[in-house]
């Protein structure tokens, strides 16, 4: 008789940079690798890497990958419904942090709503939840921007109007970058935002050389900060 019931989606954290699986991804979900031989992935290189050193090395040729990133149509995102036929559980890995979040592949999450399949976020390190619990900044009212503007006059204008809600609400502003552009967003921020206006870098977070530092633009403005081609979180809290 043919099965029609269809697996489930397991949402899998991945660590946040080179390091071991094991200092940063639960136990819980470390037993779980091995039961799944579908993965959906944002990048295959690094998913294998990933695995490998999570305790799959040596199985890494019998597993199933496929790819979901920003370059993925939503014809082939809704190709991948199929792998779920027949009870398969599938895996969803992005290349950092938690899937789903800043990341291309909460179109298939979407896509698995749609269809009735089960979804199961699993427990891991979230860059932007980690960077706001350093901060010191106001973890009541926050909001998460995604990127901003890659042009300059565009980004200073998102800026602006950034920090203006942010000070009218009270609220934490999260956003993150392209590593290579660090450095100019931080250009930016340092020149159009107000003196007192509150800034936390979180860069390399979980990694050994991880730095975590709040101040006000003003105070940020003598350090002469290099932030360099790291993953980095950027919070701002205006006043």
């Known amino acids: 008789m043919q099965n029609n019931a269809k697996g489930r989606l397991f949402l899998i954290p991945s660590p946040l940079g080179d390091n071991d699986p ?17 993965y959906v992935v944002e990048a295959v290189r690094t998913a294998r890497r990933y695995l490998s050193a999570a305790g799959l090395k040596g199985h890494i040729q019998d597993l199933d990958f ?8 939503p014809a082939e995102v809704e190709a991948l419904i199929p792998l779920f036929d027949g009870g398969q559980d599938v895996g969803l890995i992005t290349e950092a942090g938690l899937p789903a979040v800043a990341d291309p592949g909460s179109q298939l999450v979407k896509l698995c709503h749609r269809h009735g399949i089960e979804v199961v976020p699993m427990s891991g390190p979230s860059s932007l939840m ?3 619990m350093a901060s010191g900044l106001n973890g009541q009212s926050f909001a998460f921007m995604g990127y901003l503007p890659a042009k300059t006059d565009e980004r ?7 920090e203006k809600h942010s000070a009218a609400a009270r609220q934490t502003k999260i956003f ?10 931080l250009a930016d921020i340092l020149s159009v935002c107000q ?11 979980t990694l050994p050389d991880a730095t975590i ?11 002469n900060t290099v932030i360099g081609k790291r993953p980095c979180v950027f919070l701002i809290l205006a006043h």
């Open 213 to 223: 530092h709040t101040r006000t633009v003003s105070e940020w403005k003598r350090c």
């Open 195 to 205: 003196p007192s206006t509150e800034l936390c870098l979180a860069a390399d977070i």
């Open 130 to 132: 980690l960077a706001l």
């Open 66 to 73: 496929h790819e979901l990133n920003e370059h993925t149509t």
């Open 22 to 38: 094991r200092e940063v991804i639960p136990e819980g979900v470390l037993s779980l690798l091995p039961k799944i031989n579908i």
């Open 176 to 185: 993150i970058e392209t590593p290579y552009r660090n450095d100019s967003l």
């Open 156 to 162: 200073r204008q998102a800026l602006r109007t950034i």
